[in-house]
């Protein structure tokens, strides 16, 4: 974007070349059963543990080339291989980790203070909070990295 604007405006630059991350994107977060969909599903079965989270994305994933499965079956691990190289990922608590929402009876809270400063900082989380009772829905770690993921990519597809 801002090197076609160098380009218009007559700016002397050098070309910088990108690498396309749609892939990694992919993987975690766009595809159906992307990473963080695995996430949220496994959340929701009150049986569920890391082990049975991790046995789910390795199933759903092997056969992705950005996706590493570790050698061993006993590891709560996964891979992804970035831009920057490969990253793993250990498992445990992340079930337990994506239940926890910044609590409900602090956020109702929210409304009333007169700290101009508070309201605004969790005017999105009231806004998603209400979605999540209508809904009847909670709203999860994964689902608020995942919202601003997607206003990111947003953001930068202007």
């Given at each position: 974007?801002?090197?076609?604007?160098?380009?218009?405006?007559?700016?002397?630059?050098?070309?910088?070349?990108?690498?396309?991350?749609?892939?990694?994107?992919?993987?975690?977060?766009?595809?159906?059963?992307?990473?963080?969909?695995?996430?949220?599903?496994?959340?929701?079965?009150?049986?569920?543990?890391?082990?049975?989270?991790?046995?789910?994305?390795?199933?759903?994933?092997e056969k992705?080339?950005?996706?590493?499965?570790?050698?061993?079956?006993?590891?709560?691990?996964?891979?992804?291989?970035?831009?920057?190289?490969?990253?793993?990922?250990?498992?445990?608590?992340?079930?337990?980790?994506?239940?926890?929402?910044?609590?409900?009876?602090?956020?109702?809270?929210?409304?009333?203070?007169?700290?101009?400063?508070?309201?605004?900082?969790?005017?999105?989380?009231?806004?998603?909070?209400?979605?999540?009772?209508?809904?009847?829905k909670s709203?999860?770690?994964?689902?608020?990295?995942?919202?601003?993921?997607?206003?990111?990519?947003?953001?930068?597809?202007?």
């Amino acid at each position: 974007m801002e090197q076609e604007e160098y380009t218009k405006e007559g700016i002397n630059w050098e070309k910088i070349s990108f690498i396309d991350n749609q892939a990694t994107l992919n993987l975690i977060a766009q595809k159906p059963m992307n990473i963080l969909a695995l996430v949220d599903e496994q959340s929701k079965f009150p049986k569920a543990t890391d082990k049975t989270l991790v046995s789910r994305l390795h199933q759903q994933h092997e056969k992705n080339a950005d996706y590493l499965k570790p050698r061993s079956d006993m590891s709560t691990a996964f891979g992804i291989r970035h831009f920057a190289g490969v990253v793993f990922y250990d498992c445990k608590g992340f079930i337990e980790k994506n239940k926890d929402s910044f609590s409900g009876d602090l956020l109702a809270l929210m409304p009333t203070t007169k700290n101009k400063f508070l309201n605004t900082l969790f005017t999105e989380d009231l806004k998603m909070m209400g979605k999540e009772q209508n809904n009847k829905k909670s709203v999860t770690l994964s689902s608020q990295f995942k919202k601003s993921l997607d206003l990111l990519m947003k953001t930068l597809g202007e």
